[in-house]
């Protein structure tokens, strides 16, 4: 079950749309054409919007607004809610013929329409890095709820399989391998006899993909056990059995916020080859303030107190479509105490359904 809201927007002469009046004979041609799709639209609502006129029809349990502003800009939408067993009122097929109607009867010089939106308890949409709205094709969701820490979906997509979604953001999916190849630079890198932290990594899939490279030993930290159940239990395809197991021969999952450990390990004296920071992604902000900027410098600075003089840092960045915040998370790289280069690779992920950049951080001295 859903609600259905089916878009259409026009465009036109502003000279025909000058007032209130010309607005409301627009609205009005508009209503007699959707006529054909909903027996009788009544008028419920309509008032001015000084830029423009808003009536708002029902039919039914159907809601039609139609907004025309002054500007040459009219938009039409029409929402109603839509059992799964139903088919809906009007398909894409529909919205196109509707629009294609209008643009002819109102001479307009232009029309879109476009898919049924579907909102209700199957969240379809999740958005790029750059902030566009993708629409998945999930057909349930097998896990949902809320640990101290976040909000926590497994949910099912046809193409994607299941896929792991974080405060509404999607994490990894099933189909997801070359995520996690690319993180860790298979191929490239060598594991074998390394000694390595994973900082986060909930999902298991990291873990599980290094110790098939033979390393020395793995020590995983994870804030958010819950997590780890989850797809323990629904996403055992990526993760295998390491998180159902918790501790091997060569690896150990330890349940706790990743920075009391790293201080600890830095009192220590403690050394490893690699340390993947497998936490947030860079932010979208205007400038590299606020929390989650300083959990990242907090993050970089002890991940480089725990490298080894030819340790490597390896994480993931944000989508290729945010140069802004790369650039922001590059120059932050640059102001490190201890100087450091770095390389990037760049991966199409199929849950994100766009381009994904991964950086590779070694000490400046290191050759």
Avoid at 33 to 61: H, M, Q, R, W
Avoid at 80 to 93: C, R, T
Avoid at 101 to 114: D, R
Wanted: aromatic letters at 10%; a negative charge.
């Amino acid at each position: 079950m859903s609600v259905q809201t089916v878009l259409l927007d026009f465009s036109l002469d502003p000279t025909r749309v000058n007032s209130d009046v010309e607005c409301k004979v627009v609205i009005k041609s508009i209503v007699e054409s959707l006529k054909k799709y909903f027996a009788e639209p009544v008028l419920i609502f309509e008032t001015t919007c000084g830029d423009g006129y808003l009536s708002l029809f029902k039919d039914g349990n159907t809601v039609i607004s139609i907004r025309c502003f002054t500007r040459g800009l009219i938009t039409l939408n029409i929402e109603y809610y839509k059992k799964d067993s139903e088919q809906g009122k009007i398909s894409f097929d529909n919205a196109r013929e509707i629009e294609k109607a209008l643009v002819e009867k109102l001479e307009l010089s232009h029309g879109q329409s476009l898919p049924a939106i579907q909102r209700g308890p199957v969240t379809k949409y999740f958005p790029s890095a750059d902030e566009r709205l993708i629409e998945y094709d999930i057909d349930k969701v097998v896990f949902d709820k809320r640990s101290q820490f976040q909000k926590i979906q497994i949910v099912h997509s046809k193409s994607l399989g299941y896929m792991l979604v974080l405060d509404e953001l999607q994490n990894i999916a099933e189909s997801d391998l070359i995520y996690t190849e690319t993180l860790m630079q298979r191929g490239i890198e060598n594991y074998k006899d390394k000694e390595i932290c994973i900082l986060g990594g909930g999902d298991g899939a990291l873990l599980y993909e290094l110790l098939k490279e033979e390393p020395k030993h793995v020590v995983m930290l994870e804030i958010d056990d819950l997590v780890m159940e989850a797809c323990n239990k629904y996403m055992s395809s990526i993760c295998g059995d390491v998180l159902e197991q918790r501790k091997g021969a060569n690896y150990e999952i330890i349940v706790g916020d990743c920075m009391v450990y790293l201080n600890k390990y830095i009192k220590e004296g403690r050394k490893f080859d690699y340390v993947f920071g497998d936490l947030t992604d860079i932010p979208i902000t205007d400038t590299p303030s606020g929390e989650i900027w300083d959990f990242i410098r907090t993050i970089l600075e002890s991940s480089f107190k725990v490298l080894k003089p030819d340790g490597k840092f390896m994480t993931h960045g944000n989508g290729a479509s945010c140069p802004e915040s790369l650039q922001m998370y590059e120059d932050q790289l640059n102001k490190l105490s201890a100087p450091v280069k770095f390389t990037k690779a760049h991966a199409f992920v199929p849950s994100f359904m766009e381009d994904w950049v991964f950086y590779q951080v070694t000490f400046a001295n290191n050759a």
